[in-house]
């Protein structure tokens, strides 16, 4: 017996499975063509993997043969694989999905439907709906996003003039929408429809520019305090109703669309207080912002419409799909930005991002954008408040400037990174960390003491933003030192 012989295998084993080269192909391209994710586990023991891989127990088995896959009578080997795997496709919590047995399914789906179809005109009808009920729960999550967003920015808006004052006339209105109804609108100050609290409780006469000791001391008392309860009662609300509302999100977005099961953390309760908080957090004065958190909110959206569809709600590698096309649209209401989103979508979040997911997805950004300029929360027709529209030609010499902002931003930003990431270090290691509410109160009442005293800090991020790229003119009433400086009158 040569070498070449004592190796070769049995022809027996050869048998066993045997893939002919037309059915390999056509396996291969069922696979390619067909409308999946990807595949996913639903095994809730562990030991259920153990028992896949032993596919020579004895429940696999037919007597004492082994069984064989026999592709030329119109089976395939997905098939012999469904039949192995249990019946219970509902995860447990943070378990990972397997992307896998979801691919399966979805295919075996597609099949049944595609066979039904043929028998009746209802299931011709149910099998159509069934097709485009992907671009259906993206335009749903669209309309979703931007309604949310929109809430959101009205809230915030309203919140925050709030701690300076009220409209007496419409106390739903803010300080800019107030003023409208009056002919001196170039500043709140002249607004004769906004009170402030010492004007509300008739310590300084209505109208009135001059602002007493005693007037200045009681808009002071009012502002601190109301921006320690909107923290208070945002943290309460995270705390006691929805834990899983803090932070940004992004993170445990990226986790749970590369196929990580987190319970609970795209839920309505999550969506619900997240909205709340925002408003509550940002007006408070918190050196935060809305945007990131946008991105949560639409997929909170897309994972509680996807399960008014079956195709998506019973498979969690398709859900992901829906959720994709959703953090497009945070990124598009939140910068107003649709390409940015499906940009941010497809390279930072997203484990996978098909053809038609791209197509989906730009669709729901588009729509998101579209229903947040319906809503107009700025009163701008714009989709964000800092919207820049500036037709002059720029000069070499500013390219300087701009220079040297780039070297302080980022040695400012490594900076705070490091003492960012200091003070979590000590606040795991100290008694610090066991006390988030009180932390949160004291970080309040010191961010509004500080920011009180200078009239830009007093503003949330997106006011101060939207003021830095206005262009000049009679109705502002920005007093930046650089407006009028001698410089800027000699290049211009």
């Not at 639903?42 to 153990?50: G, L, R, V």
């Not at 739903?172 to 009056?182: I, K, P, V």
């Not at 800090?457 to 030192?481: H, M, R």
Request: glycine fraction near 6%; charged fraction near 20%; include cysteine.
């Amino acid at each position: 017996m040569s070498l070449f012989e004592a190796f070769r295998p049995k022809p027996s084993l050869i048998n066993e499975v045997e893939l002919a080269p037309m059915e390999s192909s056509r396996l291969l391209e069922d696979t390619d063509n067909s409308d999946i994710n990807g595949y996913q586990s639903t095994f809730n023991d562990p030991e259920d993997d153990d028992e896949l891989l032993d596919i020579t127990d004895e429940r696999y088995r037919s007597s004492s043969k082994r069984a064989k896959i026999d592709l030329s009578q119109g089976s395939s080997l997905v098939d012999t694989f469904e039949a192995m795997l249990p019946s219970n496709d509902k995860y447990e919590d943070f378990y990972t999905i397997d992307w896998l047995h979801d691919k399966n399914r979805s295919m075996q789906r597609q099949k049944k439907i595609r066979y039904k179809r043929k028998q009746s005109w209802w299931a011709r009808i149910v099998a159509s709906i069934d097709d485009g009920s992907g671009w259906l729960v993206v335009l749903l999550v669209g309309i979703a996003a931007g309604t949310c967003a929109g809430i959101i920015d009205i809230g915030t808006g309203w919140m925050s003039d709030l701690k300076d004052g009220v409209c007496r006339k419409a106390f739903w209105l803010n300080a800019e929408q107030c003023c409208w109804a009056s002919n001196l609108t170039f500043g709140v100050t002249q607004c004769p429809h906004w009170y402030t609290w010492a004007e509300l409780l008739g310590i300084q006469h209505e109208g009135s520019k001059d602002e007493s000791d005693l007037a200045y001391a009681v808009n002071y008392v009012f502002f601190v305090m109301l921006a320690m309860v909107m923290a208070s009662m945002a943290v309460l609300l995270v705390r006691v109703f929805a834990p899983y509302a803090c932070g940004s999100g992004i993170p445990e977005i990226k986790t749970i669309l590369s196929g990580f099961i987190i319970r609970g953390y795209l839920g309505k309760w999550t969506l619900l207080i997240k909205s709340m908080t925002m408003m509550l957090a940002v007006a408070a004065g918190l050196s935060l912002g809305k945007e990131g958190p946008l991105v949560h909110v639409a997929c909170c959206c897309g994972n509680i419409f996807s399960y008014l569809f079956p195709k998506y709600g019973t498979n969690e590698a398709k859900k992901r799909e829906v959720l994709s096309a959703a953090s497009a649209a945070g990124v598009s209401v939140a910068f107003g930005a649709p390409i940015g989103g499906i940009l941010f979508s497809l390279e930072e979040v997203s484990y996978y991002f098909p053809l038609k997911t791209l197509w989906r997805s730009f669709f729901c950004a588009l729509v998101a954008a579209f229903v947040l300029r319906a809503i107009n929360p700025f009163s701008t027709d714009h989709l964000v408040m800092f919207y820049i529209d500036y037709n002059n030609p720029w000069f070499i010499w500013e390219l300087f400037p701009f220079i040297l902002l780039g070297i302080f931003g980022g040695l400012y930003g490594a900076l705070f990174n490091y003492c960012n990431l200091k003070w979590c270090r000590y606040r795991k290691t100290s008694s610090l960390g066991n006390y988030a509410i009180t932390e949160v109160v004291l970080l309040t009442f010191v961010t509004a003491i500080i920011s009180y005293l200078n009239p830009y800090t007093k503003q949330n991020t997106s006011e101060l933003i939207a003021q830095l790229f206005q262009n000049c003119g009679p109705e502002d009433d920005v007093n930046l030192w650089f407006v009028n400086s001698p410089i800027l009158l000699f290049f211009h």
